[in-house]
T-cell receptor, first 113, second 114 residues
Framework: GEDVEQSLFLSVREGDSSVINCTYT??????LYWYKQEPGAGLQLLTY?????DMKQDQRLTVLLNKKDKHLSLRIADTQTGDSAIYFC?????????????FGAGTILRVKS | NAGVTQTPKFQVLKTGQSMTLQCAQD?????MSWYRQDPGMGLRLIHY???????DQGEVPNGYNVSRSTTEDFPLRLLSAAPSQTSVYFC?????????????FGPGTRLTVL
């Protein structure tokens, strides 16, 4: 089955690192994504990782993938108030529905100054 | 490029009314889709299209129709609105179908059905 789970809320202080965790169930996922949604806006792709990779770094963002445990994490270094948003983990189910993304419920990140 | 655009941004309907949510993209993308976002849940796929003239159902298609007469446009029709359709609707597009093709999302339409 397809299911993606995330913790609902994370609060950090400005300048600290944030780590948002996600677990997924479909072992055939080929791509895993992190999207950011700011209030009243659509989803913005932050980064993604291919399933044969363990880690991907992109400036302040680090994605770690543990395929054995089906666990994905997003680390934001030096978190800023502008990082306050909802972060969605998603897996790509390409074998049906064309290019379907299965989303988690989202993690609300609150950054305190 | 305007990317993916959606209209209207907000809409209030009465139960039983019909309406069309518009979605357009100017990136010549083949794949387009509609999701709904409900509180505490991830986005769920309503309908999708892999090219002009081709549409298919997603996970939660009941109460919605779509058409794809052009590559650019992918309208979503609510036939007879129900309170359960109160949600935020997102349109997305990608160059091609298949995993790994980045999907671009529109800003969303917030729909309330009374």
């Amino acid at each position: 089955g397809e299911d993606v789970e995330q913790s609902l809320f994370l609060s950090v202080r400005e300048g600290d690192s944030s780590v948002i965790n996600c677990t997924y169930t479909d072992s055939s996922s080929t791509y895993l994504y992190w999207y950011k949604q700011e209030p009243g806006a659509g989803l913005q792709l932050l980064t993604y990782i291919f399933s044969n990779m363990d880690m991907k770094q992109d400036q302040r963002l680090t994605v770690l993938l543990n395929k054995k445990d089906k666990h994905l994490s997003l680390r934001i270094a030096d978190t800023q108030t502008g990082d306050s948003a909802i972060y969605f983990c998603a897996e790509s189910i390409g074998r049906e529905y064309g290019n379907k993304l299965v989303f988690g419920a989202g993690t609300i990140l609150r950054v305190k100054s | 490029n305007a990317g993916v655009t959606q209209t209207p941004k907000f809409q209030v309907l009465k139960t039983g009314q019909s309406m069309t949510l518009q979605c357009a993209q100017d990136m010549n993308h083949e794949y387009m889709s509609w999701y709904r976002q409900d509180p505490g849940m991830g986005l769920r796929l309503i309908h999708y299209s892999v090219g002009a003239g081709i549409t298919d159902q997603g996970e939660v298609p009941n109460g919605y129709n779509v058409s794809r007469s052009t590559t650019e446009d992918f309208p979503l029709r609510l036939l007879s609105a129900a309170p359960s359709q109160t949600s935020v609707y997102f349109c997305a597009s990608s160059a091609l179908a298949g995993a790994g093709n980045e999907q671009f999302f529109g800003p969303g339409t917030r729909l309330t059905v009374l």
